[in-house]
């Protein structure tokens, strides 16, 4: 009896304890550390605005040095264009290693453009240098070497060390038509990028380096052009895209970008960036809204393999040479889309 009795205490001691010690609650999920995300703005019109006279303004209202205005939106990182031989200046060697020390200073990321070209280069034109405008193909190849570094050279000596260079700019048919135009002779333009990657890893080796072409909804493009550039074994580490919705068209658009990036992680085993983005500056909450979500669906890629967001040219107001997908209003300051990049 005492056996049982004895039994059934140990029985309901144990219940007891059971019942009166604390439920396990699962503890939350550590949050990602999103450091390595870049918030940027290509800002590579900022020194011709200065130079002309234009101001910036804080939030609040306060004048204040347009980097600095940025940063207060949560920007990190920018982007600065190089065009060979510009007219002004504007965009050339000197005007780009100045703004970079800029933003250095700043505490800023920098991404270096090269365009290739004297103007701009995009889908629709990729024209050559005046200075290279005899170059056989083989000769191009070497311009695009030595420019590259040439410029990495001096940035470097100015104490900037490129996050990301661009081999290349929207370069959807390649590059230096007609030697580098992809359509006609993908080798070709293959061996411009891997002329420009060569010179990346040989002059700065912590700098990543950038194919870019835009429509980031595409992925018929895509698919050709990376399967190209695969095919001829060129060395680059990130597949970055451009993209310009509508008001109409965007969250359509982006979910379209979202498949494509995804594809290209898995296709080509590629980080991925988004280089440019913009949208009517009339249409801020809108852009904010859109700003969110491609950051959103950039960040969501698996294995942290989507790199950052950036805006082009957000600083431009009053339709600065006649652009109009700005995200200043027209009394300098920060639209409400800029608060798209804050946390």
């Given at each position: 009896?005492?056996?049982?009795?004895?039994?059934?205490?140990?029985?309901?001691?144990?219940?007891?304890?059971?019942?009166?010690?604390?439920?396990?609650?699962?503890?939350?999920?550590?949050?990602?550390?999103?450091?390595?995300?870049?918030?940027?703005?290509?800002?590579?019109?900022?020194?011709?605005?200065?130079?002309?006279?234009?101001?910036?303004?804080l939030s609040n209202g306060t004048e204040a040095d347009c980097i600095t205005v940025l940063k207060s939106k949560?920007?990190?990182?920018?982007?600065?264009?190089?065009?060979?031989?510009?007219?002004?200046?504007?965009?050339?060697?000197?005007?780009?290693?100045?703004?970079?020390?800029?933003?250095?200073?700043?505490?800023?990321?920098?991404?270096?453009?090269?365009?290739?070209?004297?103007?701009?280069?995009?889908?629709?034109?990729?024209?050559?240098?005046?200075?290279?405008?005899?170059?056989?193909?083989?000769?191009?190849?070497?311009?695009?070497?030595?420019?590259?570094?040439?410029?990495?050279?001096?940035?470097?000596?100015?104490?900037?060390?490129?996050a990301w260079v661009q081999i290349g700019n929207e370069t959807n048919d390649g590059m230096l038509w007609e030697?580098?135009?992809?359509?006609?002779?993908?080798?070709?333009?293959?061996?411009?990028?891997?002329?420009?990657?060569?010179?990346?890893?040989?002059?700065?080796?912590?700098?990543?380096?950038?194919?870019?072409?835009?429509?980031?909804?595409?992925?018929a493009m895509f698919r050709w052009m990376f399967d190209g550039l695969t095919a001829n074994k060129v060395d680059?580490?990130?597949?970055?895209?451009?993209?310009?919705?509508?008001?109409?068209?965007?969250?359509?658009?982006?979910?379209?970008?979202?498949?494509?990036?995804?594809?290209?992680?898995?296709?080509?085993?590629?980080?991925?960036?988004?280089?440019?983005?913009?949208?009517?500056?009339?249409?801020?909450?809108?852009?904010?809204?859109?700003?969110?979500?491609?950051?959103?669906?950039?960040?969501?890629?698996?294995?942290?393999?989507?790199?950052?967001?950036?805006?082009?040219?957000?600083?431009?107001?009053?339709?600065?040479?006649?652009?109009?997908?700005?995200?200043?209003?027209?009394?300098?300051?920060?639209?409400?889309?800029?608060?798209?990049?804050?946390?």
């Amino acid at each position: 009896m005492k056996k049982i009795f004895f039994a059934a205490l140990l029985l309901v001691s144990i219940d007891v304890i059971s019942c009166t010690k604390p439920l396990k609650v699962d503890e939350p999920p550590a949050p990602i550390d999103y450091s390595y995300f870049a918030k940027g703005a290509d800002i590579g019109w900022l020194s011709e605005m200065e130079a002309a006279g234009v101001k910036f303004y804080l939030s609040n209202g306060t004048e204040a040095d347009c980097i600095t205005v940025l940063k207060s939106k949560g920007i990190n990182s920018l982007r600065f264009r190089v065009w060979v031989d510009p007219v002004g200046g504007w965009c050339g060697q000197a005007d780009v290693v100045k703004m970079a020390v800029r933003a250095k200073n700043a505490g800023m990321r920098v991404m270096i453009d090269f365009h290739y070209s004297d103007f701009w280069a995009d889908p629709g034109k990729q024209n050559k240098p005046k200075a290279w405008l005899t170059y056989n193909a083989l000769e191009l190849n070497q311009a695009v070497y030595t420019h590259t570094k040439t410029v990495l050279t001096a940035l470097l000596n100015a104490g900037v060390v490129p996050a990301w260079v661009q081999i290349g700019n929207e370069t959807n048919d390649g590059m230096l038509w007609e030697e580098g135009r992809a359509s006609k002779n993908m080798a070709q333009f293959a061996a411009m990028v891997s002329a420009g990657s060569k010179a990346v890893r040989e002059t700065s080796a912590a700098s990543k380096v950038i194919v870019h072409i835009s429509n980031g909804y595409d992925n018929a493009m895509f698919r050709w052009m990376f399967d190209g550039l695969t095919a001829n074994k060129v060395d680059y580490d990130i597949i970055a895209m451009s993209l310009y919705p509508t008001t109409n068209n965007w969250s359509t658009l982006t979910m379209q970008c979202l498949n494509n990036m995804n594809d290209m992680v898995a296709r080509y085993n590629k980080d991925i960036m988004i280089s440019e983005i913009g949208m009517d500056v009339t249409a801020a909450a809108t852009c904010k809204s859109f700003i969110q979500d491609m950051i959103a669906k950039t960040k969501s890629l698996a294995n942290q393999r989507g790199l950052g967001v950036f805006y082009w040219e957000p600083q431009c107001y009053n339709s600065w040479k006649g652009y109009t997908l700005g995200a200043f209003d027209n009394t300098g300051k920060p639209t409400a889309a800029m608060d798209g990049f804050m946390d």
